[in-house]
């Protein structure tokens, strides 16, 4: 099992920033991807921005030139920052960590919300 919290999240004007974590604990393997998805009411959960144990990166098109994924393997912690952001970001943020090697562990976080005002 890997459990993931989440922390960051809240509200902000458009345009504004903020920068969202997520620290994983647990039985984690190594060779891993960890990334960050979101969910808008009434929406399907996206695809926000992945990024390997060995950093290599994948974006969804509206993170793209906005946001920036990073992670600390010491520390087993991924980052979000958001910049620009705009109302239609609004949504619940997840955190999902993914063991590489076998897909059945796959494991979501509680979420966090992020609200941005216009």
């Known amino acids: 099992q890997v459990q993931l919290v989440e922390s960051g999240g809240g509200l902000v004007q458009a345009g504004g920033s903020l920068r969202l974590s997520c620290v994983a604990s647990?039985?984690?393997?190594?060779?891993?991807?960890m990334g960050w998805y979101r969910q808008a009411p009434g929406s399907q959960r996206e695809l926000v921005a992945t990024?390997?144990?060995?950093?290599?990166?994948t974006y969804g098109d509206s993170a793209k030139g906005r946001f920036t994924i990073s992670r600390d393997n010491a520390k087993n912690t991924v980052y979000l920052q958001m910049n620009s952001l705009k109302p239609e970001d609004t949504a619940v943020y997840y955190c999902?960590?993914?063991?590489?090697?076998?897909?059945?562990?796959?494991?979501w976080g509680q979420g966090t919300q992020v609200t941005v005002s216009s």
């Open positions: 647990g039985n984690i393997f190594s060779i891993n991807v």
């Open positions: 990024i390997t144990s060995g950093f290599a990166l």
């Open positions: 999902n960590w993914k063991n590489i090697y076998d897909t059945r562990q796959d494991y």
